[in-house]
């Protein structure tokens, strides 16, 4: 199932086992056929037409949603070798880890909003009827150390526009992993129907605005005294890329 494609069911019984495993993240079996209230005939039933749709997914007895967000990337440098892939459930708490550390160093509000939503939620990827959530991560080593994520409206007419983040540990910073994550979020928009994705950053921020700018990204609008923070009303910069 594509990011864009708005799920639809063939029963109640179908929507309801797939909307649990959708605001769950990932879900055991076991436990998802006590959470739907099916006989075990009926769950197996619509569970394998939701699999054989593309709609879920199983591994060793857990389910999680399927969508596909393209193949793993491998790249390497003088210094470093890092991989760039979808993101995916378990890599919910180095996620929340990285955007964490992103955000301590410098004012990021919509990725430190992202953090809570992540907290919050407990799902990395979600898709729904409303709005759809991917991630794609920068690894070194097996370690979660940048991400860029895309928002991505169901609504009919916001469908063509996705929200975009990116952030990149300090301590992997200067290797290229921030560009690479940046260029995977474009070029996957742009693939998939997109024709602008934007971002919103404080004017303070000027690590962002730069590397954003830097990256063909143009200031579409200012919205004054948007932010306060540490008791100050901060401007918010709103970024945008045409695909």
């Not at 440098?77 to 160093?105: C, K, M, N, S, Y």
């Not at 540990?169 to 290797?175: F, I, L, Q, T, V």
Request: charged fraction near 30%.
């Amino acid at each position: 199932m594509g990011a864009i494609e708005r799920p639809t069911f063939a029963s109640d019984a179908s929507k309801r086992i797939y909307e649990y495993v959708e605001r769950n993240g990932t879900v055991k079996r076991h436990k998802l056929l006590d959470a739907v209230a099916l006989s075990a005939d009926e769950f197996g039933t619509h569970l394998e037409r939701l699999k054989n749709d593309g709609y879920l997914e199983e591994r060793g007895g857990t389910l999680q949603i399927a969508l596909e967000f393209g193949a793993v990337a491998k790249y390497e440098t003088d210094e470093l070798a890092f991989v760039i892939r979808p993101g995916r459930q378990d890599d919910f708490d180095g996620l929340v880890d990285a955007v964490r550390d992103v955000t301590a160093e410098e004012t990021y509000v919509v990725a430190e909003t992202i953090a809570e939503e992540l907290l919050y939620e407990d799902a990395v990827t979600r898709h729904n009827s409303v709005r759809s959530r991917m991630f794609f991560v920068a690894t070194v080593d097996g370690d979660l150390v940048g991400w860029t994520h895309l928002e991505l409206p169901q609504t009919e007419h916001l469908q063509g526009t996705a929200q975009q983040t990116v952030g990149v540990r300090e301590a992997y910073r200067g290797h290229g992993i921030g560009s690479r994550l940046l260029q995977r979020g474009l070029e996957w928009a742009e693939a998939n129907g997109f024709r602008k994705v934007y971002n919103s950053v404080p004017i303070t921020n000027d690590h962002a605005l730069e590397f954003l700018t830097e990256h063909g990204w143009d200031t579409e609008a200012i919205r004054r005294d948007h932010y306060e923070i540490d008791g100050e009303c901060i401007d918010e910069v709103m970024m945008a890329r045409e695909l």
